[in-house]
């Protein structure tokens, strides 16, 4: 009474029975059911689906989890509406279709065999890393039966104006001395030589570590000072 006490079934079930057309549900109504969210229902609909609501949104009670069952176990859904969270691993034995972002924040270990569709990472750094020898490689492959070949875009998009010495592109082979320190003993730069609107010229260096760990330009390929023209460094010393 008054709402103290405990209700004990010493039963293997207990059944709700709806009548023909109707749904069966078992609501559990908190702190005298005055407010909004107070109210959780467990539902068998008609549909075969079993559902969870609450009734947050004052007018109805709004669905949470959806379970729509299916004769294949296998091909049953559940549906979870809003966020999920979890505080541990997430296994997921089959395949996982995600229809939206993935949104990641912190470090994460993805094991990714397929991705079909475009592929965008918002991020300053990734990484691929294995211990295997000749490993890891990164393939770029075209499978298509024409002439055109794979694409590897380095873009220096600003926002604003480009500038004279703009570098848009670097690639640097770095490995350990015999220090155990990590050198960078080769680098490949791409710059704005000249960036006048109709008269756009490039410079490419390769630099390499010179006796003393300092790179230094051993191949530089500049704009020249005419249309067609390009003026090649060789060497340096």
Known sequence: PNGTGDLQVNSDRIKVRATEGESAAIMLAADEQDDNGDSWT???NTNQTFVIQNDISGSSDVTHVSITP???VANSTVDLIGHLN???DLDVTGDAV???NIAVDGTTNLDVTNIVGDFTATSDTITFQSANTDDPLLYLKQTGNNTTA???Y??????AAGADNDEIGK???IADNDAQEQISFVKMISTVSDASDGAEGGKFQIQVASHDGELVDGLII??????DEIDVTIGFG
Not at 154 to 159: A, H, P, W
Not at 222 to 227: L, R, Y
């Open 70 to 72: 299916n004769a294949t």
């Open 150 to 152: 794979a694409r590897l």
């Open 42 to 44: 467990v539902k068998a």
């Open 98 to 100: 995600i229809d939206g």
């Open 222 to 227: 500049n704009d020249g000072s005419a249309e």
């Open 154 to 159: 380095f873009v220096k998009d600003k926002g």
């Open 171 to 173: 690639i640097q082979f």
């Open 86 to 88: 979890v505080g541990h």
